[in-house]
């Protein structure tokens, strides 16, 4: 059985981010960049599939500036067998990478292909529903449980009300949620093995996607400053001042 991975190249979620002076975006010059949080624990769920002999190969694909080698090398780090960097400079949304995706899953026949399920960037959140529906492949997200059983892929899936668990027609989509496992931590030998291992680039104009952005970014902002709370001196008080300042009573 073979994985395809989607990796993203996010500011590192230990950054406070701040926002450009002109308003346009969030500054990433001189910022500290990692793989998208989500995206580890999907790489991480592969190379676990591989370790229990249920999955033969795993290929790791990240979409953007030249910068996400170093991204697909942190992949490969962690047990990924390939690399393939779709390089652009193109701002990439949701659906031109769920695009890409379609086509880089077109020419490499994966069995699965597993996504983060949001990437804490833009939040969207949006990415593994679209592919899935783009590929026609059946779909389980926010996954905090995968096995392989009988050919097929039971997923068991974090919703409102529970747990729930899927059992999906191969080949399909899963994304990962935060409980799916913990990320290995990548050793010394596993980062110099990695830079051996193969890593392949194409274009989104080699794939035949046109990339160009759906939705307009009209400003982005700080959110406001919270004040400071204040502390009452027992549960009296709490509701006095909830009723005459806060007004919520
Ligand atoms: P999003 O829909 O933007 O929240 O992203 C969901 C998931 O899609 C991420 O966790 C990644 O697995 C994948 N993804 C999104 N953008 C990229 C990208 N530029 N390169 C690789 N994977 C991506």
Known sequence: MKVLVAVKRVVDYNVKVRVKADGSDVDIANVKMSMNPFD???????????????????????????????????ALAMGADRAILVETDAELQPLAVAKLLREVAKR??????????????????????????????????????????????????EIDGGLETLKLALPAVVTADLRLNEPRYVKLPNIMAAKKKPLDKTTPADLGVDVAPRLKTLKVAEPAKRSAGIKVANAAELVARLKTEAKVL
Do not use: H, Y
């Open 40 to 74: 580890e624990i999907a790489v991480e769920e592969a190379v676990r599939l591989k370790e229990a002999g249920k999955v033969t190969e795993i290929v790791a694909v990240s979409l953007g500036v030249k910068q996400c080698e170093e991204t697909l090398r942190t």
């Open 108 to 157: 490499e026949n994966p069995d699965l292909m597993i996504l983060g399920k949001q990437a804490i960037d833009d939040d969207a959140n949006q990415t593994g529903q679209m592919v899935s529906a783009l590929l026609d492949w059946p779909q389980g997200t926010f996954a905090s449980k995968v096995d392989v059983a009988d050919g097929a892929l039971l997923v068991t899936r």
